[in-house]
């Protein structure tokens, strides 16, 4: 059974259908698999669009055998990815893999995710997640499955030397900067004006000095064919991604239990392989960034932690605005005192 759509056929094509219908049931009961459809709000060629695929979507296919399966609409080609959280909720389609920068305007909460020094398995621990599955539901009208590619993490890209100010940070007055309300917080703070256009159309934008930056996951920027117009990086890294696995609800009430559990199960692997996944790619990546010889602008010591200070603070200071939920959440994504997840790259990350 497809949740969305019965294919036509053809009166000519009845016959034979009934004809091996007929053999398949005096042989075997007849395994109603369910087909569920999915779009990512990322481009395609984005490296977590590309784990999604891999290990969330190609899981569940190989696992869901004659239990339920997943097909692949694609990508920002699909549905403007501003424009997918609300397609999701119409029942446009059954499961999407977004940002929940694409959410934010109505589940500011996942702001809260950006700035957590926590994983997905601390908060199915201490009930952050089904705190935010509550959330989820009462204003998306959508069921958070799983927060995937978790400990990826961004950059500032440039493609001017940013002027520094008196403390040694980044000073973006006069600077237009491509945000989505992951990195607009941020660059304001820095002084930014910021422009939302497509992760797609940031090429072109670039080229045409509609923007001379954008903040960007650290390992797609090749991917997508963003080296060419990119000058300067600016380290650290900062933030984790806030990528999450939503299901329209009536799609999701819809599943029998079997179904539910399958899906739950590969979600608890695909948030430990999904990190691993994009953590290779990250690695290759990085060789790549190297030979197109974007510089590094390293901020070290007091800057570098005033500058993950101020990009944190205004993520919360954004939710304490937003949300009624704030204090509630906020304990349960954050430690006070204990080290960013994002502060060490390499292996560290691989510790979910």
Do not use: C
Not at 107 to 120: M, R, S, W
Not at 238 to 260: H, R
Not at 338 to 348: A, W
């Amino acid at each position: 059974r497809d949740l969305h759509s019965f294919p036509t056929r053809r009166s000519s094509d009845l016959g034979a259908i009934a004809v091996a219908a007929a053999a398949v049931i005096s042989t075997s009961p007849v395994v109603a698999e369910t087909t569920l459809t999915t779009v990512t709000a990322l481009q395609q060629t984005n490296i977590l669009a590309k784990s999604y695929l891999k290990t969330f979507v190609g899981a569940v296919n190989a696992q869901g055998k004659g239990n339920v399966q997943m097909k692949y609409l694609g990508g920002q080609e699909v549905v403007p990815p501003r424009k997918a959280a609300s397609a999701l909720k119409r029942g446009q389609f059954d499961v999407l893999s977004a940002p929940t920068a694409y959410y934010i305007g109505t589940v500011p909460e996942g702001y809260g995710l950006l700035a957590a020094n926590k994983g997905p398995r601390a908060l199915r621990a201490n009930g952050g997640f089904a705190l935010l599955q509550k959330i989820y539901a009462e204003k998306a009208g959508a069921h958070l499955l799983a927060w995937g590619e978790n400990m990826t993490s961004y950059n500032m890209f440039l493609g001017i030397k940013p002027k520094m100010d008196k403390d040694g940070l980044p000073d973006l007055r006069g600077v237009k900067m491509r945000a989505t309300g992951t990195y607009r917080p941020l660059f304001r703070a820095l002084g930014a004006t910021t422009i939302n256009i497509k992760s797609s159309e940031i090429i072109t934008a670039m080229q045409r000095g509609t923007v001379q930056g954008f903040g960007m996951t650290d390992s797609s920027v090749m991917a997508i064919g963003l080296g060419p117009v990119i000058k300067y990086r600016v380290q650290p890294n900062f933030y984790q991604t806030n990528q999450v696995v939503t299901v329209n609800l009536a799609s999701w009430a819809k599943l029998t239990k079997k179904e539910k559990s399958l899906l739950e199960k590969v979600s608890l692997e695909y948030e430990n392989t999904s990190v691993k996944f994009v953590e290779a790619e990250r690695l290759a990546e990085e060789v790549l960034v190297k030979k197109q010889g974007i510089i590094d602008i390293q901020l070290k010591g007091a800057t570098a932690l005033k500058y993950l200070d101020i990009a944190h603070a205004e993520i919360w200071k954004e939710l304490k605005t937003r949300s009624k939920y704030h204090d509630q959440l906020k304990p349960l994504l954050y430690t006070p005192g204990k080290p960013d997840r994002q502060m060490d790259l390499g292996d560290t990350r691989l510790k979910n």
